[in-house]
């Protein structure tokens, strides 16, 4: 089994940032694709950003297309997801997601860690 371990959560005003880390372990053989997901209450899990570990290829979703930056560490199994000029539509709950290869994670077909709340203040 994978674990996936966050952090960095935490509130931040609007227009500052804010990075996020999460950290993979246990039986990460094959496991070339790391990313985030959003989710607010009511509303389904969002995809944010997803890399390739080995080539560091990423995917941003149109929201935050310049604004945030994913990058990974292949050796450690670790990415991070740098969020700059954060709005109050960001607040959500970050869930890192980790799978074969970045579309996988990009179309969801991943796994989750447990979140990390990041409320975004007016």
């Known amino acids: 089994q994978v674990q996936l371990a966050e952090s960095g959560g935490g509130l931040v005003q609007a227009g500052g940032s804010l990075i996020l880390s999460c950290a993979a372990s246990?039986?990460?053989?094959?496991?070339?694709?790391m990313g985030w997901y959003r989710q607010t209450p009511g509303k389904e899990r969002e995809f944010v950003a997803s890399?390739?570990?080995?080539?560091?290829?990423?995917s941003y979703s149109d929201s935050v297309k310049g604004r945030f930056i994913i990058s990974g560490d292949n050796a450690k199994n670790t990415v991070y997801l740098q969020m700059n000029s954060l709005k109050p539509g960001d607040t959500a709950v970050y869930f890192c997601?980790?799978?074969?290869?970045?579309?996988?994670?990009?179309?969801?077909?991943?796994?989750w860690g447990q979140g990390t709340k990041v409320p975004v203040s007016s």
């Open positions: 997601a980790a799978g074969s290869a970045r579309v996988s994670v990009k179309v969801g077909h991943a796994l």
């Open positions: 246990g039986r990460t053989f094959g496991m070339n694709g």
């Open positions: 890399i390739s570990l080995s080539g560091g290829s990423t």
